[in-house]
Each structure stands twice: as C-alpha cells, then as structure tokens.
C-alpha cells in the first residue's frame, strides 16, 4: 500500500467513526427549552396553557368561557371583585359576556392574562394587559401614551435638566426616555412586566439616553418615589385614589404631578392649572391633568 492510500484509508476511518457518533448520539431535546419559558411565564404571573381573568371593578361580573363552537353551552361563571381566575387552555378559547346590554365575544389565548375593567363610560368590559400575579396590585392595561401627548405632558410639568421624572406604569419607557432625550432629564420608569423593561431597556439604548434613565421591575405600590421631583401617570381613577395617600406621604411638597386621561380622586384643590386637552395624529382627544404636591 502506498503512502497516499494509507493516508486515504486513515481518513475515510475516521468519517465513518465520527458519522457514528453523531448517528447514536442523542439528538437535541426540543423540550430542553421549555422549563426556562415556563418560568419566565410563570414570573410573569401565567402559565404557558392558561388563561387569567383579573377583575379589577368593585362588582362581580358572570361570564361564560370556552370553545369558539361550544361557548353557549358552556356553564356561567362568577368572578368576584379583585379575584383572578384561571382556566387550562392549550388553544383559543372565546369568552362571552354582557356590554351595555349586550352579549359580546372575544377570543383569548393561552399564555395572556386579561382584566375585567370598567370603560369610559362606567360599563364592564374586558381588556388585555393585566400582570394576572396574586400578590401584586393590578393598576392598568398597558396602553402607550401618543407621541403628542407625551410631549405636553413635560412641558405641562416643565421638565428640565434638573428634574428626576418617575414614570409609574411605564410601559415602553418613552416618557422617561422623551424627558431625558429633549432635556437632559434623569428619569426612573416603574412596571411590574418583565417585557416592558426590556422594551424600555432597549429603547432607552437605542435614544442614547441609558447613563439618564434606570427601569425597575417592581410592584409600583411598594416602590419608594421620595426622589421625584415630576411623577408621571397613566393609570386608571381607582387606582390613582389608591396610591394618593402613598403619594401624600412619599412626594416632597413642590413635586408636580401629571396625569394622561384620569384624575387623581380627592386632589381637585391640588390641581394647579386647567385640565389641557391634545389631539392625537387619530383625531382622539386625550385630558392631561396637573397637581401639585
């Protein structure tokens, strides 16, 4: 045998020996990945195959649930103010309930937690956006402030480069992010969604603004605000009556409060100027109400 062919052979030996470790090797397991997404569900307040149904009014709300083709038969369900329920769900499944006196449907999908609230006009009606945790207060839907609207607010509040804006709820960040981009302001954004703060993470790195603003995963009615010197809400009524006592003991006399669309219940004789109103590139029209501390 020739040198060439002994090399040849050595090499064709080797092939076959590594193709047959590769063949009996165990191939990845497509399940690995699955315990790392069900705890980052679960920390998230919902499971993978569950849907959570929050109620956030202060009456009991009936309701059916179940599939597209079957809902009608399915059996009425009472969910009591402040309680969440949770359904096993693999797929869609359709929720049926009572809006301004009639019955409505909607689809819900596995993994997402929902909320009974009520509308602008007093009526129960069900939105996405609720954290769907037991042990956290459920303060609002996310649901981002336009562009314009921000825009007026820190002018409302007549944020600068001396101010330190928290953002209650901050959904994507662009309060904080608007503040510290147009002028140079330090700014905290609080919400308990994991999602969100990466959102506001990334964003705040793509505006360039990361050395000014900080985002914190944290339940907003345990969070202390002392430092702020403009807090900035889009929360619902109820809610902001609820943290208005915690407002009164933790913000420093001075501190301008701004809120998008509701009013802070009990403070009308701390509202400093007349509720300004901003149109959005929809033609919606959107409040903006401001105390001060």
Same mark, same amino acid.
């Given at each position: ?31 690995? /990945? ?9 920390? @998230? ?8 149904? =929050?109620? /956030? ?9 179940? #599939? !597209?083709?079957? &809902?009608?038969?399915?059996?009425? =369900? ?7 329920? =949770?359904?096993? !769900? ?19 999908? #596995? ?53 330190? +804006? ?9 309060? &904080? ?10 700014? &905290? ?6 999602? =969100?703060?990466? @959102?506001?993470?990334?964003? !705040? ?7 000014? +603003? ?10 202390? +605000? ?5 807090? !900035? ?11 208005? #006592? ?48």
């Amino acid at each position: 045998m020739t040198r060439k062919s002994a090399v040849l052979l050595i090499i064709v030996v080797l092939t076959v020996a590594v193709g047959a470790v590769l063949l009996l090797s165990p191939k990845p397991d497509d399940t690995a /990945v699955v315990p790392a997404a069900a705890t980052r569900a679960q920390a @998230e307040g919902v499971k993978p195959k569950e849907i959570s149904i =929050r109620n /956030v009014t202060k009456d009991p709300v009936k309701y059916k649930i179940g #599939p !597209a083709a079957s &809902v009608d038969k399915a059996p009425e =369900r009472t969910l009591a103010s402040g309680v969440i329920d =949770r359904i096993p !769900a693999a797929d869609t499944l359709v929720i049926s309930y009572m809006r301004h006196n009639t019955e409505v449907n909607y689809s819900l999908f #596995p993994g997402k937690a929902y909320s009974f609230r009520y509308d602008s006009y007093g009526q129960v009606d069900i939105w996405v956006g609720a954290h769907g945790r037991e042990d956290a207060e459920d303060l609002a839907p996310y649901v981002p402030t336009p562009e314009i609207v921000v825009s007026r607010m820190l002018e409302m509040a007549e944020v600068g480069k001396d101010s330190v +804006v928290y953002d209650i709820g901050c959904g994507d960040g662009r309060i &904080v992010i608007a503040a510290a981009q147009k002028y140079g302001a330090r700014g &905290v954004g609080i919400d308990i969604d994991p999602q =969100r703060i990466r @959102e506001c993470k990334a964003n !705040a790195k793509a505006a360039g603004v990361e050395a000014l +603003v900080t985002f914190r995963q944290a339940d907003a009615t345990k969070v202390d +605000v002392s430092e702020a010197t403009v807090l !900035a809400l889009y929360l619902l009524p109820e809610s902001n009556e609820m943290l208005r #006592p915690k407002f009164e003991r933790e913000l420093k006399p001075g501190v301008l409060i701004v809120s998008h669309n509701y009013i802070v219940p009990g403070w009308e004789e701390k509202e400093i100027k007349p509720a300004g109103t901003v149109t959005d590139s929809d033609g919606k029209e959107h409040s903006i109400y401001l105390y001060k501390r």
